[in-house]
């Protein structure tokens, strides 16, 4: 079976850093962080597959970094120069499929885990 389970949220400062957390059990391929505001939809923030590659957001502009440290199996979204748009629901997801054939085929992710707040002041 596969488990996430987020970390790492809370409340900071615009030009603040956070780095956010998912511990994952179980096997995937595609590891990925979206994130959902109030009255907004969700949207996919960053992803990374087991090869390592990556994607990101447009809104992110290279502010943001998504990592998988294999030993711990833990996802990493390391968040710099937040601002307050960045404010949201963050969650993990993973799939066993890979990101590319996600895409084509406008899946959604087939694991969530349950989300953490993230809240950037001006």
């Known amino acids: 079976t596969v488990e996430l389970v987020e970390s790492g949220g809370g409340s900071v400062q615009a030009g603040g850093d956070l780095r956010l957390s998912c511990d994952i059990s179980?096997?995937?391929?595609?590891r990925l962080w979206f994130r959902q505001a109030p009255g907004k939809e969700r949207e996919e923030v960053a992803g990374?597959?087991?090869?390592?590659?990556?994607r990101y957001a447009d809104f992110v502009e290279g502010r943001f970094s998504i990592s998988f440290d294999a030993a711990e199996r833990t996802l990493y979204l390391q968040m710099n120069s937040l601002k307050p748009e960045d404010t949201a629901t963050y969650y993990c997801?993973?799939?066993?499929?890979?990101?590319?054939?996600?895409?084509?085929?406008?899946?959604?992710?087939?694991?969530w885990g349950q989300g953490t707040q993230v809240t950037v002041s001006s």
């Open positions: 990374i597959d087991i090869p390592g590659r990556t």
């Open positions: 179980g096997y995937t391929y595609s």
């Open positions: 997801a993973a799939d066993p499929r890979t990101m590319t054939d996600m895409m084509a085929r406008d899946l959604t992710p087939a694991h």
